[in-house]
């Protein structure tokens, strides 16, 4: 068991074990195809599979770049490898319906870290992050090397589920955690097959949690991606 700590709180899951095991394999696996992409901003063209690192200026200084959200269709589990994934969750454990419900089936351990957190921090953990290392993949298996991000954006579910003001409350002060936790582990992974290379979101509270999706890409695209390393965003949803 390997617990990364930053400022007395715990970064990745704790049983986020193994790290040998998940660090600097040199694999050849295949990368699957990318997702039709549908440009909704004025990225740079073919942006692709590439997340956007900030840059420094001549000065050495950190620019200031907005988290861009670049929209796609596609099958949204078909990520290369080393992907962060990142979907929007309640605090009490369940990933019974929506795409949640997906996440369970194709990542079981990664589910059992994030039922585990809620057990042990439940409703503390509204509008933090859970980031949990690609648990459920091995060397040769067929899972891939995804990273998973939780944003707690609701305390509760179904009819206990928070208003939409407070989801929406929720949602940037829980990506800042994620990415903080991202920059994080991109930071001490022992070699470059360890990092998260890229972040892909579906369209997060716009189905149970009932939040409009415009209103939710709006508040995300205020974060200062430069703080972290990480400028750009993929949105990708089934066409
Ligand atoms: N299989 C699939 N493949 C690809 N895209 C899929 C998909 N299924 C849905 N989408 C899309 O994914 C976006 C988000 O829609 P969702 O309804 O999932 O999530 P949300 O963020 O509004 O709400 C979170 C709560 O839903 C869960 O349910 P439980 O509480 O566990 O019951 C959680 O645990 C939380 O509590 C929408 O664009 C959907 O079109």
Known sequence: MRVFTMQSESVVSKTSSNLSSIACEQEHVAQPPPSKRRKTSNAES??????KTASANDNGESEVMRLEIIEATGDFFDAPQNTLLVHACNCEGSWGAGIAKAFKQKYPKAYKEYANHCDELHHGLIGKAQLILPVDHEKNSKVPKHFIGCLYTSRGKGRRKDSATSILGASKPAMNDLLTKAKAWNEKAACDEDKIKEVRMC???????????????AALETINGSNYGFVTIEVVSPG
């Open 203 to 217: 369209k997060i509270n716009s189905g149970l949690f009932a939040v409009p999706w415009d209103k939710t890409k």
């Open 46 to 51: 073919d942006i692709g599979c590439t997340t």
